[in-house]
């Protein structure tokens, strides 16, 4: 079984592009989240997902992020207009229950870097 | 703010000695589970402790967790060299969110 699969594994983006980051979960799996890791810093949730559906926003910045998981094909963390500070490690996690001790199972991340 | 501490930031030991790194967290919780990342790669779970449980093993670790102080501590036995990575806690208090320290840094020297 494949594991939760992100793409790209780096990204490179100018000041004020656009930034597409792509997540295929574990096979089976409907819920999606994402996390952000800055240097020396550990993970930050960002949002929660399920199909087509946002559960939780609340560790997104309200502004230049979005997020989907559309019903067929991976779910997308998009970030416009991105600035400096945007770079960083962006980890999609997936599980098969959204309940409180569930495991999460990790991706390898995308590393954004911003010229 | 970050839910969980760990403590020490960096460990470095020799092959077949034990590592141990203590975490602690500000809030209640639910659960709490600590994670491996190898340089470049993502998280994996290695093990999880309820908070009305004192002490999990899984082969070479020992979790313990004790909720009147907020901390838990994690012992990796006989450490090798593939065990050299960095190491996170995360709580949950009652969702599906995970709140991560910053992590404890383990080299394994051959």
């Known amino acids: 079984n494949a594991g939760v699969m992100q793409n790209p594994r780096h990204l490179v983006r100018r000041r004020g592009q656009e930034a597409r980051l792509r997540c295929s979960p574990v096979?089976?799996?409907?819920?999606v989240y994402w996390y952000r890791q800055l240097p020396e810093e550990g993970l930050k949730f960002m949002v929660y997902?399920?199909?087509?559906?946002?559960?939780?926003e609340s560790g997104m910045p309200k502004e230049r992020f979005s997020a989907e998981f559309p019903k067929e094909g991976p779910s997308i963390l998009r970030i416009q207009q991105v600035v400096r500070g945007d770079s960083a490690a962006y980890f999609c996690?997936?599980?098969?229950?959204?309940?409180?001790?569930?495991?999460?199972?990790f991706g390898d991340g995308t590393r954004l870097s911003i010229l | 703010s970050q839910q969980g501490e760990e403590d020490p930031q960096a460990l470095s030991i020799q092959e077949g000695e034990n590592a141990t790194m203590n975490c602690s967290y500000k809030?209640?919780?639910?659960?709490l589970q600590w994670y491996r990342q190898n340089s470049g790669r993502g998280l994996v779970h290695l093990i999880l402790?309820?908070?009305?449980?004192r002490e999990k093993h899984s082969g070479r670790l020992r979790v313990t967790l004790d909720t009147s102080k907020k901390s838990s501590s994690l012992l990796i036995t006989a450490s090798r060299a593939a065990d050299t990575a960095s190491y996170f806690c995360?709580?949950?208090?009652?969702?599906?969110?995970?709140?991560f320290g910053a992590g404890t840094t383990v080299t394994v020297r051959a």
């Open positions: 996690a997936s599980s098969e229950h959204p309940a409180p001790g569930e495991p999460q199972h």
């Open positions: 096979k089976g799996h409907s819920h």
């Open positions: 997902l399920q199909k087509e559906n946002i559960i939780d």
């Open positions: 809030t209640s919780i639910n659960n």
């Open positions: 402790i309820r908070s009305n449980e």
């Open positions: 995360a709580t949950d208090a009652n969702d599906y969110k995970l709140s």
